[in-house]
Nanobody, 115 residues
């Protein structure tokens, strides 16, 4: 059974940094697409960052140049380094894995950026 567990969320001041981690288990993730999404109150879920098995990346426009996604295949961990955080980055951040035709989600971790 695929399981994704996020950690690293919290409260940070604007301009600060946080690093989110997602521990993945229950499958072979070496050929999967791993991604981070977020949902803010009253807004649609949006893509933050994604990385393919070939290590190509895609970032949401609002986080380009500030956030970096990385994957440690040996540890089955996907991380999101978030720098220069803004209050508008406040959201629940979700880890996502696409394996073949199936999509899996973690439970989410709250990130709150104070002004």
């Amino acid at each position: 059974q695929v399981r994704l567990v996020e950690s690293g969320g919290g409260l940070v001041q604007a301009g600060g940094s946080l690093r989110l981690s997602c521990a993945a288990s229950g499958s072979d993730f070496s050929r999967s697409i791993m991604a981070w999404y977020r949902r803010s109150p009253g807004k649609q879920r949006e893509l933050v960052a994604a990385m393919s098995s070939g290590k190509s990346t895609n970032y949401g426009d609002s986080v380009k140049g500030r956030f970096t996604i990385s994957i440690d295949n040996a540890k089955n961990t996907v991380s999101l380094q978030m720098n220069s955080l803004k209050p508008e980055d406040t959201a629940v951040y979700y880890c996502n894995a696409v394996i073949g035709w199936d999509s899996y989600w973690g439970q989410g971790t709250q990130v709150t950026v104070s002004s």
